[in-house]
């Protein structure tokens, strides 16, 4: 008789089945992915009143490359992909275009990739910056032109943009927060030592560039406004009552000097409005 002290420890090997195995890789998926069930992670729930700076920014690198980087298509189409997958940062690499002496190019430098126009690179921002997200685009360009293609330049940026495009903002603590800047495009860029800042562009705070744009919105209501004014909308019934006026007479004319009954007939108004109809 052994007791417990002369009792021999047995191995026995772990096994486990494929079900068993399916079991345990789902249930780890479920436990690593769980933070992204919950309906909060679908939203924007985190504070957005902070300064621009403060935040992770989705960015896209090359926006304009469809391809590969040494031989690939430079296309609008890939900017607007980049947009709607929801990066808030697009990149531009501009360069002096070889057909004329206004235009630019954008491409990857040194390479063999396919050209796609400045111009339509930036319409297609201005369609497609705010469909996915109204929380601002940066702009980035890495320019590679002359001065005088700049100055084109800001002027094609000015023109596609229009109350969406930031102005310079001037030295200030802190950077407006992504909240304020709903709607907006801010441009990233540098510019030569020659560089002249076109007039309207001197650098303001945004605060004054937001009272500014609403001061445009409330001259521009009011013009429009003046302009209901001085042309009111009842000339056109004026002349409609005019014509069923000329109906009524004709219709009394017709009676042939029967006074009794022309005193007392009234107008059938569809055919007075049918004869007014006809007139205009």
Request: charged share 20%; glycine share 4%.
């Amino acid at each position: 008789g052994g007791g417990v002290e002369n009792a021999k420890e047995e191995y026995v090997e772990p096994t486990i089945d494929v079900t068993e195995l399916l079991l345990i890789l789902c249930n780890w998926t479920h436990y690593v992915n769980f933070a992204y069930d919950i309906r909060r992670h679908t939203q924007i729930y985190h504070d957005m009143t902070r300064p621009l700076s403060h935040y992770f920014i989705a960015s896209s690198h090359n926006s304009y490359l469809e391809g590969d980087q040494m031989k690939g298509k430079c296309s609008s189409f890939a900017i607007k992909r980049a947009l709607l997958l929801g990066c808030r940062v697009i990149e531009l690499d501009c360069y002096n275009s070889t057909q004329d002496e206004h235009s630019v190019k954008v491409y990857h430098g040194n390479t063999m990739t396919q050209p796609v126009g400045f111009i339509e690179c930036i319409e297609t921002i201005a369609k497609y910056a705010f469909v996915s997200s109204q929380y601002p685009v940066i702009l980035t360009i890495e320019n590679h032109v002359s001065v005088k293609r700049m100055e084109k330049m800001a002027d094609d940026i000015i023109k596609t943009f229009g109350d969406m495009l930031v102005k310079p903002l001037a030295k200030a603590e802190y950077y407006p927060s992504p909240e304020e800047l709903k709607g907006k495009v801010l441009l990233r860029d540098s510019v030569p030592p020659e560089w002249v800042t076109p007039r309207g562009l001197e650098p303001v705070s945004f605060e004054q560039q937001q009272q500014q744009q609403q001061q445009q919105q409330q001259q521009q209501q009011q013009g429009d406004d003046e302009k209901k004014t001085t042309n009111p909308k009842s000339s056109t019934p004026a002349h409609n009552n005019s014509n069923n006026t000329n109906a009524t007479t004709n219709d009394s004319t017709n009676a042939n000097g029967n006074a009794g009954e022309s005193a007392h007939k009234s107008v059938d108004p569809a055919p007075a409005a049918a004869a007014a109809a006809a007139t205009a």
